[in-house]
């Protein structure tokens, strides 16, 4: 049987492109970047595109959020008794932003195609011990792409000799044809309460009625879900994201950029470091697992 799914690798600007012509499916993904997924079309559908002018620098579109999701005040933290401090990269509010692999070059492991799915296999390994974060570990990502699915399984491997603290996230950035006539459909009854420099300051009741629309909100909100489910619904499609953990966050962020969206899956929140809300602790030579799936229809 002819192989329809097609794996090209840039060697000049180190992207691999998937695709599919006949299922009309796409993908690009910026090793350089992280391994971010800068581009996806599932059945003909564009979900992900480039979010030019806007930058990848300012943006962290789709990048992977590790050893930390969203903002560490002032990089600063304790664990096990020690202090830490991360190097600022979010200076207009002097935060930690969006953890360490978002800039790291990942290598490709493996890659396989067949009839009706393509997937590749990347990792970075971190030997240096940074500030803020003196520790070694691994981190894989596998995109399995389909016509109407995309998963991400990341799996991060602590290589050090201590145990280290840590949540993970996805920072895609969805493309609505009228992001004024969608909305969020989530299970949640807590939110997070977030002040000045958008760090976490506590929890509160939230009531949701069948749906949240956007309209023309402003986000950069974060809730506590009661399920693993977010479904984003557009005119044009819509797509339920799926977690396989049990204690997943959801952060929603409309950029200055038309009807473009992030829905950011999370297992923690902004500051989690230091107000625990989320924070699991990786212990020496174990792995942490999780997926992420979008399937449209």
Same mark, same amino acid.
Request: proline share 3%.
């Given at each position: 049987?002819k192989?329809?799914?097609?794996?090209?690798?840039?060697?000049?600007?180190?992207?691999?492109?998937?695709?599919?012509?006949?299922?009309?499916?796409?993908? +690009?993904?910026?090793?350089?970047?992280?391994?971010?997924?800068q581009?996806?079309?599932?059945?003909?559908?564009?979900?992900?595109?480039?979010?030019?002018?806007?930058?990848?620098?300012?943006? #962290?579109?789709?990048?992977?959020?590790?050893?930390?999701?969203?903002?560490?005040?002032?990089?600063?933290?304790?664990?096990?008794?020690?202090?830490? @401090?991360?190097?600022?990269?979010?200076?207009?509010?002097?935060?930690?932003?969006?953890?360490?692999?978002?800039?790291? $070059?990942?290598?490709?492991?493996?890659?396989?195609?067949?009839h009706?799915?393509?997937?590749?296999?990347?990792?970075?390994?971190?030997?240096?011990?940074?500030?803020?974060?003196?520790?070694? #570990?691994?981190? @894989?990502? +596998?995109?399995?792409?389909? +016509?109407?699915?995309?998963?991400?399984?990341?799996?991060?491997?602590?290589?050090?000799s +201590?145990?280290?603290?840590?949540?993970?996230?996805?920072?895609?950035?969805?493309? &609505?044809d009228?992001?004024?006539?969608? &909305?969020?459909?989530?299970?949640?009854?807590?939110k997070?309460?977030? *002040?000045?420099?958008?760090?976490?300051?506590?929890?509160?009741?939230?009531?949701?009625?069948?749906?949240?629309?956007?309209?023309? /909100? @402003?986000l950069d909100?974060?809730?506590?879900?009661?399920?693993?489910?977010?479904?984003?619904?557009?005119?044009?499609?819509?797509?339920?994201?799926?977690?396989?953990?049990?204690?997943?966050?959801?952060?929603?962020?409309?950029?200055?950029?038309?009807?473009?969206? $992030?829905?950011?899956?999370?297992? *923690?929140?902004?500051d989690?470091?230091?107000?625990?809300i *989320?924070?699991?602790?990786?212990?020496?030579?174990d792995? #942490?697992?999780?997926?992420?799936?979008? /399937?449209?229809?």
């Amino acid at each position: 049987m002819k192989k329809l799914y097609k794996i090209n690798y840039n060697e000049v600007l180190n992207i691999l492109e998937i695709e599919n012509s006949e299922s009309n499916v796409y993908g +690009k993904i910026h090793l350089n970047h992280g391994a971010s997924l800068q581009e996806l079309v599932l059945d003909g559908q564009t979900i992900i595109k480039d979010l030019s002018p806007l930058t990848y620098a300012n943006t #962290y579109a789709s990048s992977i959020l590790f050893p930390f999701a969203n903002r560490i005040k002032d990089g600063l933290y304790t664990f096990n008794g020690e202090d830490f @401090q991360f190097e600022i990269n979010q200076t207009e509010e002097n935060n930690a932003l969006h953890g360490l692999v978002y800039n790291k $070059a990942f290598q490709i492991i493996d890659q396989e195609t067949n009839h009706d799915s393509a997937s590749v296999l990347l990792e970075y390994n971190e030997t240096e011990l940074s500030i803020g974060f003196p520790y070694t #570990y691994t981190i @894989q990502l +596998k995109y399995i792409f389909t +016509k109407n699915d995309l998963s991400l399984s990341v799996s991060v491997k602590n290589t050090d000799s +201590k145990a280290f603290p840590f949540t993970l996230g996805w920072h895609p950035y969805f493309l &609505s044809d009228n992001l004024f006539n969608s &909305s969020l459909h989530f299970n949640s009854s807590k939110k997070i309460v977030l *002040g000045e420099r958008n760090i976490t300051t506590g929890v509160e009741d939230f009531e949701l009625k069948n749906e949240f629309s956007i309209e023309d /909100k @402003q986000l950069d909100d974060c809730w506590i879900l009661d399920s693993n489910k977010v479904i984003f619904k557009t005119p044009g499609y819509q797509l339920t994201i799926e977690s396989s953990s049990d204690n997943n966050f959801l952060q929603a962020y409309t950029p200055p950029m038309p009807n473009t969206i $992030a829905i950011e899956p999370t297992t *923690g929140v902004s500051d989690s470091f230091n107000n625990k809300i *989320g924070l699991k602790v990786l212990d020496a030579n174990d792995t #942490y697992n999780i997926s992420w799936s979008l /399937k449209i229809k």
